[in-house]
């Protein structure tokens, strides 16, 4: 059964750094682009970045670009978000997802950057 | 960048009712267009793909209908179930992923 689980999530004060991963289980996650969404509490839903399936292209929303990283393991069969920088308004639960003409997501975790 | 827009942005509705929510791109998507249901503390669920196919499992109440800019999800008979907070997203090629602002589905 193909499942995304992420992980890393947690409590992290600004200005620091934390790194989200997600790892696919029956698929192979190299073969697809991939995304992180994420969604602050009580907003809507806002898409973060995405990795192409060789990770050739990595494009980054405005709000992220040059503070957030992402990248893959193919021997691990995962996926990484490195964030760094982190404000108040990084608050958010972080979805990764796979690119495909059905779009297939994991379930999330949080991340509250806080004092 | 491929904005979406989706109204209305609330919407009350008793059970029993025909609800229509429509989302507009800001250029053509073609048909890449999906549909998500969200409870609170929950992950989106996925209802409709490539503007018009019901995903495994999902009740034949929602449909999904358009291709371009227009887009439209209709659930034909709403039931308790089905409130919730619906979004529609982008995506015709990977990076422009994109999503409408949501509409909130209440009790009238």
């Known amino acids: 059964q193909e499942q995304l689980v992420e992980s890393g999530g947690g409590v992290v004060q600004p200005g620091r750094s934390l790194r989200l991963s997600c790892a696919a289980f029956?698929?192979?996650?190299?073969?697809?682009?991939m995304h992180w969404v994420r969604q602050a509490p009580g907003k809507g839903l806002e898409w973060v970045a995405v990795?192409?399936?060789?990770?050739?292209?990595?494009y980054y929303a405005d709000s992220v670009r040059g503070r957030f990283t992402i990248s893959g393991d193919k021997s691990k069969n995962s996926l990484f978000l490195e964030m760094n920088s982190l404000t108040p308004d990084d608050t958010a639960v972080y979805y990764c997802?796979?690119?495909?003409?059905?779009?297939?997501w994991g379930r999330g975790t949080l991340v509250v950057v806080s004092s | 960048d491929i904005q979406m827009t989706q109204s209305p942005s609330t919407l009350s509705a008793s059970v029993g009712d025909r609800v229509t929510i429509t989302c507009r791109a800001s250029?053509?998507?073609?048909?890449?267009l999906a549909w998500y249901q969200q409870k609170v503390g929950k992950a989106p669920k996925l209802l409709i793909y490539?503007?018009?196919n019901l995903e495994n499992g999902v009740p034949s109440r929602f449909s999904g209908s358009g291709s371009g800019t227009e887009f439209t999800l209709t659930i034909s008979s709403l039931q308790p179930d089905d409130f919730a907070t619906y979004y529609c997203q982008g995506y015709k090629d990977y990076s422009s992923w994109t999503f409408g602002q949501g509409t909130k589905v209440e009790i009238k």
């Open positions: 997802a796979r690119e495909d003409t059905v779009p297939f």
């Open positions: 990795m192409s399936y060789d990770e050739t292209y990595k």
């Open positions: 250029q053509t998507i073609y048909s890449w």
């Open positions: 029956g698929f192979t996650l190299s073969k697809y682009a």
């Open positions: 490539k503007a018009s």
